[in-house]
Nanobody
Framework: QVQVVESGGGLVQPGGSLKLSCTAS????????MSWYRQTPGEEHEFVAS???????TYADNVKGRFTISRDNAKKTIYLEMNTLKPEDTAVYYC???????????????WGQGTQVTVSS
């Protein structure tokens, strides 16, 4: 199995910064794309950013220039540095990992439990 754990959420004032972390562990053979999504009550998961195993990044338009995704392959960890935060960034942030387990032939997607980010004065 593969476990995904996020951390780093919290309460921050508008204009502030926060850095999230996500680490994958378990019976992993290879990790490919790792992504951040967010969700507010009653809404679907919204894509935020992703990074491939060769560090190609993709961002949602509404976070470009404010958020930066990065990756440490040795630690099986990705980060999301969030700057100039706005109240509309308030959400539960989830990490999604595409991983191939040892002994398997098809990769699967795994979700973390989420971490709350609240932007409020």
């Amino acid at each position: 199995q593969v476990q995904v754990v996020e951390s780093g959420g919290g309460l921050v004032q508008p204009g502030g910064s926060l850095k999230l972390s996500c680490t994958a562990s378990g019976n992993i053979f290879t990790l490919s794309t790792m992504s951040w999504y967010r969700q507010t009550p009653g809404e679907e998961h919204e894509f935020v950013a992703s990074i491939t195993s060769v560090y190609t990044t993709t961002y949602a338009d509404n976070v470009k220039g404010r958020f930066t995704i990065s990756r440490d392959n040795a630690k099986k960890t990705i980060y999301l540095e969030m700057n100039t935060l706005k109240p509309e960034d308030t959400a539960v942030y989830y990490c999604n990992v595409r991983a191939l387990e040892v002994g398997q032939t098809l990769s699967n997607f795994y979700w973390g439990q989420g971490t709350q980010v609240t932007v409020s004065s």
